[in-house]
Nanobody, 120 residues
Framework: VQLQASGGGLVQAGGSLRLSCVVSGSTFRLKAIGWYRQAPGKQRGLVASVRNDGNTNYANSVKGRFTISRDNAKSTSYLQMNSLKPEDKAVYYC???????????????WGQGTQVTVSS
């Protein structure tokens, strides 16, 4: 599986960004997708996930602000991030796999991620 996350950048607090994740080398529509983030000095953690049936889950810290979606025709997942806060600053990663892989975050490989910086 090849993963290409993009869309990060610098934004002021309260602003929005939309991240994209293009997945190739697998049957995208069968995969669950997870978005993760890793802040400096912290472990990578699951932010949002979407199952292959479209059901979504969110970390409490982003609920109501972030929206995960998927476009099976484009093999792409999106993470719409609104009302961004300085504590959302991190490198954001995506990955695709089984539901167990997505919820545990245990994958054979990761893509490069995209940096999100939120200024106060």
């Amino acid at each position: 599986v090849q993963l290409q996350a993009s869309g990060g950048g610098l934004v002021q607090a309260g602003g929005s960004l939309r991240l994209s994740c293009v997945v190739s080398g697998s049957t995208f529509r069968l995969k669950a997708i997870g978005w993760y983030r890793q802040a400096p000095g912290k472990q990578r953690g699951l932010v949002a996930s979407v199952r292959n049936d479209g059901n979504t889950n969110y970390a409490n810290s982003v609920k109501g602000r972030f929206t995960i979606s998927r476009d099976n025709a484009k093999s792409t997942s999106y993470l719409q991030m609104n009302s961004l806060k300085p504590e959302d600053k991190a490198v954001y990663y995506c990955n695709a796999g089984t539901w167990v892989e997505v919820t545990t975050g245990i994958f054979a490989a990761w893509g490069q991620g995209t940096q999100v910086t939120v200024s106060s």
